[in-house]
Structures are given as C-alpha cells and as structure tokens.
C-alpha cells in the first residue's frame, strides 16, 4: 500500500515558506494556465496549490478541489471562501467530472500515493478536453529523510512510460525544485 499524506500534517503543506522564492502564479501561467479556464487541482489537500489556481483563473474561471480525504476538504473554507471554488471527495480511479470539461489538471505530490496509476491517469485524460493540459509534479526516487519513502517513489522515467502508456505526450519536463520532477502534458491525438 503507498504511503498516504496525514491529515494530521496539513500545516506542513501551507507552510510560505514551502517553495521559497518560487512565484507559484507565474509558474502556473507559464505553463498555459489563464483567465477563465477550468483547473482541476486533484490531491489539493488543504488547497495551497488552488488558492494560486484561483487567482490565475479569476472569478470567471473554475477551480475543483480533489481530494481523496474529507479532512483535507473540510480545511478548505477556512482558507478559500470564494464560489468558484468546488470542493470534491474522489476516489483515485474516480472523478465526479464531467467529459471533457476540463481545460487543466493539476496534480502534486499524488502520483506516488496511487494505487493504480493507469486507472488514474485514464481517468484524468476522461474528463480532459482535448487541447487541455496536465501538470505532474512528484518526488524524485532519491533517499532523503523528508518525502515519502523511497520504495513508494516513481523515478522521473517510470512517470514519462506511465504517461506515454496512458495516451499522453509530454510537452515539457523539468526539475520543479531540488527533489522534485514536473511533466506537462496532453492528450495524444
């Protein structure tokens, strides 16, 4: 079974300080992310992640909150109060996603966690439209003593097969910060 995230731990993932001097807004609209899109941001824990999203989409735009843990959930109105905000509870192999509504997913730090990364990622690319993108970032399979254990690890090569095997084409990978990998992707055609 792979290591799962404590809820009991979510003030480590708001933390400012968490990716230093990186400019999260200006990351994401590097990537492709603007006014008025749809973003699904799925392992959003207690929304850190989302509430940068928000900001990139504005009022116009729509942000589903995914997670797997109602404690996460719950922490989310406490932190983000706004009605383009939509908290869902999922099951991995399940999002309760429309077709192809989707403009871009976001998932950090949950590809390590899943159990199946095929029913997963086929899932994502469901509710995908189809010039829509996909943003992974995980941990690099390195020993550290912070992070997931290293045996619950997907190495940045076994991340871009799982993609390609999924039906995906990486447009861009890259080192998100020291220990940590980032594809974005599409669908293939």
């Known amino acids: 079974m792979p290591h799962k995230f404590s809820p009991h731990s979510i003030e480590r993932l708001l ?5 230093g001097d990186l400019d999260i807004c200006g990351f994401l609209k590097g990537i492709g992310l603007d006014l008025s899109m749809t973003f699904v941001d799925i392992g959003c824990g207690p929304g850190f992640f ?5 900001k990139v989409v504005g009022p116009e735009g729509l942000v589903y909150a995914v997670d797997t843990q109602q404690e996460m959930l719950d922490s989310l109105p406490v932190k983000i109060k706004v ?8 099951l991995e192999e399940s999002l309760p996603i429309e077709d192809s509504c989707v403009d871009f997913v976001f998932s950090a730090y949950v590809l390590h966690e899943v159990l199946s990364t095929g029913d997963f990622l086929s899932e994502i690319k469901r509710v995908m439209k189809d010039d829509a993108r996909l943003l992974i970032i995980d941990w690099d399979r390195l020993r550290e003593k912070h992070g997931p254990p290293y045996d619950d690890r997907v190495s940045r090569g076994q991340a871009a097969g799982l993609l390609k095997g999924a039906g995906f084409s990486v447009i861009k990978d890259g080192v998100f910060s020291t220990t940590h990998y980032f594809f974005l992707a599409q669908k293939c055609p």
Do not use: K, Q, Y
């Open 83 to 90: 009605e383009n905000l939509i908290p869902v509870l999922s």
């Open 50 to 54: 989302s509430e940068f999203a928000l």
């Open 15 to 19: 933390r400012a300080d968490r990716f």
